[in-house]
């Protein structure tokens, strides 16, 4: 089954508390995804950011709105209990439980009232309530936007000329801590004429190893062909590392090549170049930047 959104486990959460017990987070998320019947690969989808898993993402926002409707209340960081208002709700035996449901509680319709979630906990005039968590609005949000980017940033890239091309790989190679200095880096690159290498970088700022370069402003998919022979430059050269750089795409077949030789062989495509160039700020400025925050309950233990 699909992973339930953060209104469908607010239910069954509450009833995995009723018997009055304090009740870890962890503890909820395990027994909760064996209610659902999760599979492992469904336990370890992670949100766009990648940084949390989303079932256990969801479990604490539906345990959040329960607690912010009174239905249930901390007790210690990470666990909770079941209030009387929550065993209330259970007797009566909601079918569902959800934002709309939620509502008539007062200290919830305040919370509701004041916060900006107000305008979006809707999809339509209807009034039916979004699957989605606010962090997963803000992370489905802002990896739109940085698809965008991206895609602008590759056009760009593309009406560029060679040249500039070149400085622009050396600056993304460079902002990531390869090349020794921008002076050094940028001396390096395209001045060593041998077949199949377009320039050569420090490995690091002491130069204790050397990256061979290969840099395609290309349409076109790269092809096995195009690899082989990067490959035998980097054999002529004694070489065991280099990157390939392209501002199209790589076939399976050039793909599936590089995993299976020698050299250590690292593909990059124009996607994975634009986002590059975002992580490290190469080409683009930031617009704006916000800073999610949640409460230190380690603060406000006393001893």
């Known amino acids: 089954m699909p992973i339930p959104d953060f209104q469908t486990i607010m239910l069954p959460l509450l009833t995995f ?44 926002w539906a345990s959040f709105y329960l607690k912010k409707s009174g239905l249930l209340e901390s007790t210690k960081r990470g666990s909770f209990r079941i209030t009387e208002r929550g065993q209330d709700v259970l007797r009566q035996a909601p079918s569902i439980i959800n934002i709309r449901y939620l509502d008539q509680f ?19 005039q209807t009034g039916t309530c979004t699957e989605s968590t606010p962090e997963e609005m803000l992370e489905t949000a802002y990896q739109g936007m940085r698809q965008g980017v991206a895609a602008e940033l590759l056009q760009t890239i593309k009406s ?10 050396i600056d993304v190679l460079v902002t990531m801590g390869y090349g020794g200095t921008r002076k050094d880096a940028g001396t390096a690159v395209g001045k060593s ?71 250590k062989i690292v593909l990059i495509d124009g996607n ?4 590059l160039m975002i992580d490290h700020n190469v080409g683009v400025s930031p617009l704006a930047s916000y800073e999610l925050k949640r409460v230190d309950t380690d603060y406000f ?3």
């Open 17 to 60: 508390t009723a018997d009055t017990r304090e009740h870890s987070l962890r503890e909820s998320i395990e027994a909760l995804a064996e209610q659902f019947a999760l599979s492992d690969t469904e336990r370890a989808e992670l949100l766009p950011s990648g940084r949390q898993a989303m079932f256990d993402n969801r479990v604490g």
């Open 106 to 124: 007062p200290g919830f319709s305040e919370f509701r009232t004041s916060s900006p979630e107000k305008q979006s906990a809707t999809n339509n």
């Open 160 to 169: 560029c000329s060679p040249a500039f091309f070149e400085r622009l790989v």
């Open 193 to 263: 004429g041998d077949g199949g290498i377009d320039g050569i970088i420090k490995e690091d700022r002491l130069g204790l190893d050397t990256i061979y370069i290969q840099a395609k402003r290309w349409e076109n998919p790269v092809g096995r062909p195009e690899i082989q022979k990067f490959a035998g430059a980097l054999q002529g050269q004694r070489a065991k590392k280099g990157v390939f750089i392209t501002t199209s795409a790589f076939t399976s077949e050039a793909q599936d090549y590089v995993s299976r030789i020698d050299n």
């Open 272 to 275: 994975l170049l634009a986002n």
């Open 301 to 303: 233990t006393e001893e």
